[in-house]
C-alpha cells in the first residue's frame, strides 16, 4: 500500500488535530451514554481519566513513533472495527489513550518495514512493557485478528477524513498527495461496516450527520 502513504506532510498536524477531536467527541459522547447504560470494564480502562489529553497524546505518538503517516489511519480503521466486534467496549475517555497507543503501534507493525517494539511503544505511551504486551494481544483479538485493510477501504477512510477536515478549515490543496481518495462514508461514532452495500452506503451518506 506504499502508493497510498502520505506524501504531504503539512497535512499530518491537521490529520492529528481532526482525529483527535473526534475521538474527544466520540469519548465524551460514551462517558454520557454509560450512565445510563452498563459498559465492560478492560484492560483497556484506567481507574481515572488521563492527565494528559487526546491530542497531546496523540501529538505525542506521531512525534516518538516514527512511524509512516499512513499507519495512523489505519489505527483509525482499526478503532472502527474493534468498537464493532466489540460494542459492549465504547471509546471513553478511561480507555481512549491505551487503545490510541495499540492501534497505532498494530498498524504499524502490519505496514512498516521497519518499526519500534513493545518496549518503545511502552515508553511512548506511558505505560510499563508487560501492560503494553498485554493490551496488544487483548487488541488483537478483539479484532478477530482481522488487521488487513484493502486499497479501498484505506481510501474510503481517507476520503471521510478529508470532507470532515475540508469542512472544519479553509480549503486545502492534496494535488500533491495521494492520501485523500475514495468515496466518503457518513461515519457515526466511529461505526463504518466494511461489509456494507454500495446502496446502504449511499443511503448512509444521506442520513447520517456525525
Known sequence: MAELEIQNQNLMPKLIDYLSSLLQRVAEANDINGRFQPQKISVFHGLSRPNISIQSYLERIFKYANCSPC????????LDRF???QPSLPINSLNIHRLLITSVMIAAKFMD????????????????ITEMNFLEVDFLFG???HLNVTPTTFQTYC??????MLMQSPPMNFEDSSFFMGRSPKLQYICFNEDESSS??????QQLVV
Open 159 to 164: 476520503a471521510y477524513l478529508q470532507k470532515e
Open 113 to 128: 518495514d521497519m518499526y519500534y517494539n513493545n518496549a518503545y511503544y511502552a515508553k511512548v505511551g506511558g505505560i510499563s
Open 71 to 78: 499507519c495512523f489511519v489505519v489505527a483509525y480503521v482499526y
Open 143 to 145: 479484532l478477530g485478528f
Open 83 to 85: 468498537t464493532q466486534c
Open 200 to 205: 446502504q452506503k449511499q443511503q448512509q451518506q
